[in-house]
């Protein structure tokens, strides 16, 4: 079976190092790039499955590398940097990152989060364009029809639940922060809106999830957004 190719944009040796071993250990082709302009080059030639993106770059700052890759492609980038602030993980999120690892980071982590991104992948792949239904674990949409259903039983969302569902649905796997959900939900992002959400979200867990308190389905990035999990 192949596996995916990765592409390492990290500056500093002893993190890359760190990084290619623990791909290769685990079967992962991989090229690598110690700069923003290598980067972009080597994202539009080599087409690489995943981009591992440092942002403090000797050349440009990593969330532009990630605005520009996003100019073209949707290939999943996955941040992993030393700036821990929300403010920095939302900026990159909005920008485009998938995903956001903070350094010091365990490759264990690392791991895990390449499964997801991979997981995300594949769906998408093998996702018949002509299907109007999504499937994850007990949780089904039909779009189409506009409904529901959990363990074939039909939900009973209001209008903002079930749109925020398919959201979470269409994105799954992918962190998506405060900003860009009610921006795609109400057209706007204000503080006022970000309440709302918090409300609509409490709500429609309690919908979906056996045990709200421990939620398999919608997982919370505090301060940041909320990603829906692959099962």
Not at 135 to 142: A, E, M, P, V
Not at 149 to 172: F, R, S, W
Request: a negative charge.
């Amino acid at each position: 079976m192949v596996k995916a190719h990765i592409l390492i944009v990290e500056d500093d040796k002893a993190v890359k190092n760190l990084i290619s071993t623990a791909l290769e250990m685990d079967g992962y082709s991989f090229s690598s790039a110690g700069n923003g302009s290598q980067a972009i080059l080597a994202a539009a030639s080599g087409k690489p499955d995943i981009v591992l993106l440092d942002l403090g770059l000797p050349d440009m700052d990593g969330v532009q590398v990630i605005e520009k890759i996003r100019s073209w492609s949707q290939m999943p980038i996955i941040v992993i940097s030393a700036r821990s602030e929300d403010r920095d993980k939302i900026e990159a999120l909005d920008a485009g990152a998938d995903d956001y690892l903070t350094k010091p980071f365990s490759i264990d982590e690392l791991r895990a989060r390449l499964r997801v991104t991979l997981r995300r992948l594949n769906a998408l792949k093998n996702q018949d364009p002509e299907s109007h239904l999504f499937s994850n674990g007990s949780l089904t949409i039909d779009y189409s029809a506009g409904y529901a259903m959990i363990d074939g039983k039909e939900l009973h969302l209001t209008p903002y639940e079930y749109k925020l569902l398919c959201l979470l649905a269409q994105n799954v796997g992918k962190v998506l922060t405060h900003a860009y959900i009610t921006k795609e939900i109400w057209g706007t992002s204000w503080e006022g809106d970000v309440a709302s959400l918090r409300v609509f979200m409490a709500s429609l867990r309690k919908k979906i999830e056996k045990d709200p308190a421990h939620p398999e389905y919608i997982q919370t990035h505090v301060g940041v957004g909320y990603r829906m999990l692959r099962q």
